[in-house]
T-cell receptor, first 113, second 118 residues
Framework: DQQVKQNSPSLSVQEGRISILNCDYT??????FLWYKKYPAEGPTFLIS?????DKNEDGRFTVFLNKSAKHLSLHIVPSQPGDSAVYFC????????????FGSGTQLTVLP | EAGVTQFPSHSVIEKGQTVTLRCDPI?????LYWYRRVMGKEIKFLLH????????ESGMPNNRFLAERTGGTYSTLKVQPAELEDSGVYFC????????????????FGPGTRLTVL
């Protein structure tokens, strides 16, 4: 049973527009959420994170929103650039788990020039 | 500073054979994690070392998988005997600290080993 779900396997966006990637989770014990970005033939690289005590975290063009009541988080990329084209993984962890990450299945983002 | 390295990058073996994957974490990182991604699905946790000790191996699929981290440095993951369903990309990650809001909590991933079992 998948505890972290990314229901959109792919997303295409025009350069300069906003990209919104969504993620849902079921385990209410999760207290830390992360987004990782992955290029082909490379490992995932950390992008941005948010603690469950917050509802928003911003880092440059990247903003993560957390809606705990809906068990939903989203990643906004504004403006989108062609170099943002990659697979984005949503991940979650909780303090009792020694911080092992539970990942979603990823969303392939393609930013069209 | 060198990142997490994994060897080999690709491995193709036949069902029933043995394969050993190696991971070298970032120097000084006590935490080492193994993950696996099968058939483009989610990346799944396999196990976690703190130094040379197995902290959590709840994600290991069965006893055909054996992970070691002798001396608390590099780690190996052996699959013996390999089955078709073991095919996938095996990622290793390391981190310096473990904690709820630990700024050193970030897990750094290696490029992965793509294992194909025929």
């Amino acid at each position: 049973d998948q505890q972290v779900k990314q229901n959109s396997p792919s997303l295409s966006v025009q350069e300069g527009r906003i990209s919104i990637l969504n993620c849902d989770y079921t385990n209410s014990m999760f207290d830390y959420f992360l987004w990782y970005k992955k290029y082909p033939a490379e490992g995932p690289t950390f992008l941005i994170s948010i603690s469950s005590i917050k509802d928003k975290n911003e880092d440059g063009r990247f903003t993560v929103f957390l809606n705990k009541s809906a068990k939903h988080l989203s990643l906004h990329i504004v403006p989108s650039q062609p170099g943002d084209s990659a697979v984005y993984f949503c991940a979650a962890s909780y303090s009792g788990s020694a911080r092992q990450l539970t990942f979603g299945s990823g969303t392939q983002l393609t930013v069209l020039p | 500073e060198a990142g997490v390295t994994q060897f080999p990058s690709h491995s193709v073996i036949e069902k029933g054979q043995t394969v050993t994957l190696r991971c070298d974490p970032i120097s000084g990182h006590d935490n080492l994690y193994w993950y696996r991604r099968v058939m483009g699905k989610e990346i799944k946790f396999l196990l976690h070392f703190v130094k040379e000790s197995k902290q959590d191996e709840s994600g290991m699929p069965n006893n055909r998988f054996l992970a070691e981290r002798t001396g608390g440095t590099y780690s190996t993951l052996k699959v013996q005997p390999a089955e078709l369903e073991d095919s996938g990309v095996y990622f290793c990650a390391s981190s310096q600290g473990v904690g709820a809001a630990d700024p050193y909590n970030e897990q750094f991933f290696g490029p992965g080993t793509r294992l194909t079992v025929l």
